[in-house]
Nanobody, 120 residues
């Protein structure tokens, strides 16, 4: 059973940085082919796909709204995905979720989310 646990959210001023973590269990980054994603959901806004990567070698794709500011990385030894967020803006405020699906399946598992608030 896949489980995803996010952490690292918090309150930060505009221009600041945060790093989110997503610890996965139920599958192994080193031996499986999974698509890993970060989504965010802000009140009264549509859910946004922030970034998509994979446990196997491949590109990471970013939403235009975060390109150049956010970076996804994976630590296979820790079975953890990270989202490094720099130059944060007010509009980055949202609940951030990580998600995972086996590459050849449409079923996607989500974590409970971690709140990021960018405010003065």
């Amino acid at each position: 059973q896949v489980q995803l646990v996010e952490s690292g959210g918090g309150l930060v001023q505009p221009g600041g940085s945060l790093t989110l973590s997503c610890v996965a269990s139920g599958f192994n980054f080193s031996s499986t082919n999974y698509v890993l994603s970060w989504y965010r959901q802000a009140p009264v806004k549509e859910r946004e796909l922030v970034a998509v990567t994979a446990t196997r070698v491949g590109p990471t794709n970013y939403a235009d709204s975060v390109k150049g500011r956010f970076t996804v990385s994976i630590d296979k030894a820790k079975n953890t995905m990270y989202l490094q967020m720099n130059s944060l803006k007010l509009e980055d405020t949202a609940m951030y979720h990580c998600a995972a699906r086996w590459r050849f399946s449409a079923k996607e598992d989500w974590g409970q989310g971690t709140q990021v608030t960018v405010s003065t």
